[in-house]
């Protein structure tokens, strides 16, 4: 592939940054804020899900038409502020903890049944496709750290745990879990715990046959205190799934960067209005949230993330090589263009204790 084009893309995401901020100085125009970071996502987003290389000069095309579009835009001047001034706009929730509680009830409750349902088959191929075998989960005791609306700890109980104990810090998110798990086989099998991670009672110390950490620790102010906790709460023998952002030079990343400063400004219920009058897919509205206003988004580097699990005392940690499609460590074996384009941008570990 042509080094030429992973540079322009870089320029075009540059070009889009500054004619937004020309635009729309004082971050008032939500509406064109909300829809360039929907457009910029949907150009990275939509090539990770067919089963062949990335097409660089596809993304570049689609990302060129929004920056023509947005010169087309009309320079946010005092008339329209007036006009905007009358809308009423619902409260941002600036608050780091506060914003993560809500922000995930609000874009967790955008999946479909079929898409929660279909979190077990994503957990069991990962492994299976890394060659894991998961007989270990038959019978277990599990924790699923975060646990949000409990897909993941559906999909352990589906797998063959014996019980699981979901804990996440969001009301909103666990009134959700409860409303999807209701009157389920699964749902008496999860215990769903109001809770901190940083703060776990001693009953949930070394007890744990499997714990689970999706997604959370890349969204803690000190993510190695809650490393610590994964590796405290399994018992010796257990073992524990973590799957964290990795760090890359792509332009996926400054694509995420600029979705985020673009979001910045705009209140969180007002971009989901706006993306749901777009119509924009319930799962693609997650995405969106969740990269776009998660107030911490810490990406590691695969080394330290190693050493620092090895230095916490786990044992045999395995990288899960395979996955699906759109998972990035299997796409980067396959296709070159999607190295340059994205990299690994997540990595997800089996270890033990
Ligand atoms: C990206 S979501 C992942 C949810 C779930 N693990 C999944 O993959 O479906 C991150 C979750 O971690 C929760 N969380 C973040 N910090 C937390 C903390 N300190 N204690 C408990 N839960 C926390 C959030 O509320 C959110 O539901």
């Known amino acids: 592939m042509a080094r030429g084009e992973i540079s322009q893309i870089f320029d075009a995401l540059e070009k889009i940054d500054n004619s937004v901020t020309k635009k729309d100085v004082r971050g008032e125009c939500w509406d064109l804020r909300i829809t360039c970071a929907y457009r910029i996502f949907r150009a990275f987003d939509i090539p990770r899900f067919r089963l062949e290389p990335a097409n660089p000069k596809g993304v570049l095309d689609d990302l060129l038409e929004l920056a023509n579009y947005i010169e087309d835009f009309p320079r946010i001047d005092d008339d329209l502020r007036s006009l905007q001034g009358n809308r009423t706009g619902p409260s941002s929730r600036q608050d780091g903890v506060e914003l993560m509680q809500y922000l995930y009830g609000l874009a967790w409750s955008q999946l479909t049944r079929e898409q929660y349902f279909d979190a077990t088959e994503l957990f069991a191929r990962r492994l299976y496709n890394s060659n894991i075998d998961i007989s270990f989960l038959r019978g277990a005791e599990c924790l699923d750290l975060g646990t949000g609306i409990a897909r993941y700890a559906l ?8 019980h699981v104990v979901g804990i996440d810090f969001s009301m909103e998110c666990l009134e959700e879990a409860k409303r999807r798990l209701e009157g389920s086989r699964e749902g008496q099998h999860i215990n769903l715990v109001h809770g901190d991670l940083y703060n776990l009672p001693d009953t949930q110390s070394q007890v744990f046959d499997f714990v689970c ?4 620790i890349h969204h803690l102010p000190d993510p190695t205190r809650g490393l610590e906790v994964v590796f405290n709460c399994t018992r010796k023998g257990g073992k524990a799934f973590v799957f964290v952002f990795s760090k890359s030079d792509s332009p996926w990343w400054r694509s995420i960067d600029l979705m985020r400063s673009l979001a910045g400004p705009v209140p969180l219920a007002y971009a989901h209005k706006i993306l749901r009058f777009y119509e924009v897919p319930g799962s ?17 580097d695969r080394r330290w993330f190693e ?7 786990f044992k045999g940690v395995q990288l899960l090589e395979g996955g699906v499609i759109h998972d990035s460590v299997l796409r980067c074996k396959l296709f070159e263009a999607d190295r340059e384009l994205y990299g690994i941008t997540e990595i997800r570990y089996l270890m033990e204790k």
């Open 284 to 300: 693609k509205i997650f995405n969106m949230l969740d990269y776009s206003y998660t107030p911490i988004q810490h990406r590691f």
């Open 155 to 162: 999909a352990m109980v589906q797998l063959g745990a014996r």
């Open 213 to 216: 950490a999706n997604g959370v």
């Open 307 to 313: 050493r620092a699990v090895e230095s916490i005392g």
